[in-house]
């Protein structure tokens, strides 16, 4: 289990950091996000309900990361995100995706932070 929570560490890192790059692309050629993006921005939020089962069960293994990995890997996250959809809603025209991008840039941060916290770097 261990294993696959660093490993899916390092996908939810790199797969936020696409979709950072993505919307910033999105917003230089000045087009609105396409299925494909969606649908990587609804792979990513269940990836961080799936991290967040496999650290409990680690977690009930008894492992103890530092309490900012609990933070930075899933509270802010998702207060973000929720966030993100709260604004989206009450967007009348493209860009729909603005305020996700917006969030990918510190939802990469935050859980790029994570997995430092959970390797023991810094």
Known sequence: MDTFHRVEGF???GGWGLLLLWGIVLFVIRKDASRPYWWLLTALQVLI??????GLILFAMGGR???LHYFYGVV???LLLGVAHWLTR???KPPYHV???????FVFGLTLRALMTGLGIG
């Open 90 to 92: 009450s967007l009348d």
């Open 11 to 13: 996908a939810i890192v």
């Open 49 to 54: 309900v799936v991290q967040l089962l496999a």
């Open 99 to 105: 305020f996700f991008t917006i969030a990918s840039f």
């Open 76 to 78: 802010f996250p998702a």
């Open 65 to 67: 990361p530092p309490l």
